[in-house]
């Protein structure tokens, strides 16, 4: 058995493991699987119509030169379906509706190709050679990668940039993909590349599913007691409490209470995300807590406030104008809803001189003391 063969088999293989591993799987959405299910699907079919491509090539026979053709015409037709079908993983299939009408023009002409020679020819010899209009498939490829870029680059702002190298390794991988089917057309691997990435992305959702509230969109408290341990830099915790939220719930609804959780939370991400990472702890609780270096200037005052169980207090410039911002936001977001609840906020450094979760507490100290002072 030659080198190609065996990464074929081992690819068939992967992805029909993958497949029964989707059907088990709780980690991630019912959509979120069938479109995985979807993806591995069609790298499984890629990977055998290269193999038997690949078998056939060179071999005499008018049967088998139509045979090579239509498998041709195949793989070429659903590499492009696969880098949609990533970027409909997390985005509206109903926004992807032109990337699907570009890959089902490029379907046709592949297997237009067969009779016309548009894409790719296959000649008298059963060999494979690149069309007048082969420039349209490398297009089209083109084209399906700059749309998966930017979806990738908007979940990686979703999921505040965790993560991040996996995205770009998903990337690479389908880019070298259609690189080397540039450079050498002959040389058809598509499946590989395709199924690490496919592999790639799975690892991505899966760990997202774990860290992120499903809820509000927001890092989840497992989280957040995770990274907390992590912080080894100078940085601002900032901690939100909604107010009277069980009043709300109780008044409209759990369902209501739900939505206005989301919208503040999406203000808090929209305000603190270029700054920080912003976490759900609690029911109706939130803490962002800042990225390294993006503090700025800030000063330990004497707390002037009597009976408080902190002496030192910081005031910071950007602390003080991004609190503000987000105040400005929900007075903004309560012109078109009312029954928006209030937030309480404070906020604090961390120096490294001691722990973090004291840090976070000063904060949550900080915002109760607002709250009671309304």
């Known amino acids: 058995m030659d080198y190609f063969t065996s990464l074929s088999l081992l690819t068939v293989a992967g992805m029909i493991v ?7 799987t709780i980690n991630i959405t019912e959509v979120s699987r069938r479109g995985f299910v979807f993806s591995f699907s069609l790298i499984l079919a890629i990977s055998l119509a290269g193999l038997l491509s690949y078998y056939i090539s060179g071999k005499n026979g008018n049967a088998l030169c139509t045979v090579h053709g239509l498998l041709t015409a195949t793989e070429m037709s659903l590499s492009p379906i696969v880098v949609i079908a990533f970027s409909s993983l997390t985005k509206d299939r109903k926004k992807l509706r032109m990337s699907w009408y570009v890959i089902a023009a490029n379907a046709i002409m592949e297997f237009l190709s067969l009779q016309y020679g548009f894409i790719f020819t296959i000649d008298s010899e059963n060999e494979f050679h690149r069309g007048k209009y082969y420039a349209v498939y490398i297009a089209v490829c083109a ?8 979806e990738v680059m908007r979940v990686n702002r979703k999921f505040q940039g965790r993560n991040r190298e996996t995205l770009l390794a998903i990337m690479a991988m389908i880019v070298l993909e259609f690189g080397i089917q540039l450079l050498s057309p002959n040389l058809k691997a598509e499946w590989l590349g395709f199924s690490f ?8 959702f ?6 992120v509230d499903p809820v509000t ?4 408290r497992k989280c957040y007691d995770s990274f907390i341990r992590q912080v080894n830099y100078v940085a601002a915790a900032v901690y939100f409490d909604i107010d009277d939220m069980g009043e709300l719930n109780e008044d409209f609804g759990r369902t209501f209470g739900d939505q206005m959780m989301k919208e503040i939370a999406g203000c808090i991400r929209e305000i603190y995300g270029p700054y920080g990472y912003c976490f759900r702890i609690k029911d109706d609780e939130f803490v962002v807590i800042f990225r390294k ?3 700025g200037e800030f000063e330990s005052v004497d707390n002037d406030e009597e009976d408080e169980d ?3 207090i910081e005031r910071s410039p950007l602390l003080l104008k991004l609190k503000n911002d987000f105040f400005d936001a929900l007075r903004k977001m309560r012109q078109s809803e009312e029954n ?6 404070g906020y604090a450094v961390y120096c490294m001189d001691d722990p973090m979760e004291y840090v976070v507490e000063k904060a949550c100290h900080l915002a109760r003391r607002e709250y009671k002072d309304k």
């Open 206 to 211: 899966t760990d997202a599913a774990l860290v």
């Open 293 to 295: 270096n993006r503090l």
């Open 143 to 150: 084209y399906v990668v700059i749309v998966l870029f930017r």
């Open 310 to 312: 902190y002496a030192k």
């Open 197 to 204: 990435a496919g592999l790639l992305y799975y690892i991505y």
């Open 18 to 24: 993958m497949l029964i591993c989707l059907r088990r």
């Open 217 to 220: 969109g927001l890092l989840s």
């Open 340 to 345: 928006l609840p209030d937030v309480s906020a």
